[in-house]
């Protein structure tokens, strides 16, 4: 589990887990759980304030709708309505400059994190837009292989009521299913796949939990429910793209090994090596193994580390 | 096309005058402003009348505002849905159904130029996997008339347009296409797009005969190919064609190393039924003890 007290605590790691790397100064600060909190009840108190305003100018309006004084309450009406426009504008300018970041993240510049920090000191914000603009965040630093903060911004953003934000709601948990595993968060990993076993999944997001799962389940010595249903897996497979479907075959091919099916597994292992480039084979190879480094934690046997007659991972 | 009809195979004149029919237009200024204009002609009928209606009036017409913006977002937030159910069918290789369901669609999109792209773009794929080569040409260019010329998406579409003309044997069309692209390709640093455009080069090698030409590319295919995923394998199937064409006796390991790896990727009846040629091949197995 990481928690956010330890972000500055493991800030010189320099692993793919660290917060912030020594020497690089950053345009957007870490991920301060207590700052989105805030951020987000500033939010709410301006919003209701606006509202009450409003209806407060309504009522008004309206009882004095026979008297002198109808006139400038219906400029009270006009002043409050326009304040309440403008309020609506700075989300709708917000919500409009989302797409960019997003295009901003894909390239994974500096651009994206001074535009992220910029968007984050506005205020007021609809609870919605911000939470979205947070998972943008969470996407940059996913991108910048920043896991740890990823884990902690995800579950800061799960933790709250996610309104219109629940569209990205699988894919906060995907993320942290995916910087879990590469930060060796096993808890938060496997909490998000079983969160995402429960959520309505688009095809490109369920296509990524099975590239995950099997993942997870190689890497733990669950060979047995890796390999059920491997037609159906290899197919769906098929469907990813090649790098994330290369690596799904290259799991599979030495969960199959360690089965005993060296068939099925060197079948498995030579599409892996027509979608991947041996670099992307020595991490799957280096990311099973490391998980078996020094500890067994599913206390399976079955894992053994030897070299079989293909060029096969293990 | 009525929806009640049982849907046909449209021909290349029913492509044209579909599309046609259904050109993007960015959404109206004048219903843009409409609501607006509303609310504040409201607002002076009931400045300039002293009566109980005239002050409610400017807050029913607020509500009236509210709905209707509310319900346009609405709207396009269901088109887009449907986009994306339409692109899963797509991504899942439903292409007749696709291709019903886009075509159906597309007349509700024109408001929305950037779905309405997307879903071109689906009927394009569809019609190219249905091998309606002339209607797919004809979609790739309205799409590609109205992208920037070296804009990613509008070289990765007229890849797949110089193959669809390879496959109809307008080979004149797609040597100008691919000559045209080859600088933008060099310039663009994106391995999809440069595996796409190896990809063409060797189609087009194949359906010229040139087949030395396409044996010289072999020492970089697979790692160039690779970022295709499992289209790849059609590559490699025209790359042991070729082998199979040069090679003095036809059982060499090249071919059958080569047939290996498309097979591996893809089934062998795929294969043949986007390449017709390839049947040759067929049967073919890895001699024992080869590697990939």
Known sequence: MVEPDGLSQSGDRGDGGSLKPPGVELGLPAFVPATLHRQLLVDSVIWWMFTFALLAALGLSLAVVDQQESFGMLVCFVLFGGAWVLFNLTNARVAQQLPQITQLVECGGREAESLIRNVTLRRPLHRGVRLLVYHRMAMLRYRQRRFAEVVVICRSVLSCTLGPARQVKAHLLILMAEAGLECRDWYGAWAALVELHRCRLSLAEALRLLALQTRYQVQFGDDHPALYGIEHKMLMADLMSAEQCGATNAFLSIAAWRLDQPDLSRRLWERAQLLCTPRQLEEVKSAVMATHQGQNISGSSTITVSSPGIDCPV | ?292
Not at chain 2, 61 to 78: D, H, P, Q, T, Y
Request: hydrophobic share 50%.
């Open chain 2, 1 to 292: 096309m009525a929806k009640s009809q049982v849907f046909q195979l449209p021909t290349p004149d029913q492509v044209a005058d579909h599309l046609a029919a259904n050109v993007p237009r960015g959404p109206s200024r004048l219903v843009s402003w409409l609501p607006m204009m509303a609310f504040f002609a409201v607002l002076v009928i009931s400045l300039a009348f002293d009566h109980v209606i005239a002050a409610v009036l400017p807050w029913m017409a607020l509500v009236v505002v509210l709905w209707f913006v509310s319900a346009r977002a609405r709207r396009v937030r269901r088109l887009e849905r449907q986009a994306v159910e339409v692109e899963e069918m797509a991504i899942l290789r439903y292409h007749l159904l696709t291709l019903e369901r886009a075509w159906q669609l597309l007349p509700s999109l024109v408001g929305v130029p950037s779905v309405h792209g997307r879903m071109v773009s689906c009927i394009a794929h569809c019609l190219d996997q249905l091998q309606l080569y002339d209607s797919a040409i004809l979609t790739y260019s309205f799409l590609i008339d109205r992208l920037p010329g070296d804009h990613d998406q509008a070289v990765r579409l007229s890849i797949e347009r110089s193959i669809a003309q390879l496959q109809m044997d307008h080979l004149a069309d797609a040597d100008d296409n691919l000559r045209g692209l080859r600088g933008l390709v060099l310039s663009i640093n994106n391995t999809v797009i440069n595996g796409a455009y190896q990809f063409a080069q060797l189609v087009q090698h194949v359906r010229t005969n040139h087949f030395e030409d396409a044996v010289a590319l072999a020492p970089v295919l697979v790692e160039q190919l690779r970022p295709l995923g499992v289209e790849a394998a059609y590559g490699h199937a025209l790359m042991a064609l070729s082998c199979h064409h040069l090679s003095d006796s036809p059982g060499t390991d090249e071919v059958d190393v080569w047939w290996h790896r498309a097979t591996l990727l893809m089934p062998a009846v795929e294969l043949i039924h986007r390449f017709g040629e390839l049947r040759v091949l067929d049967g073919r197995s890895m001699p024992p003890g080869g590697q990939v």
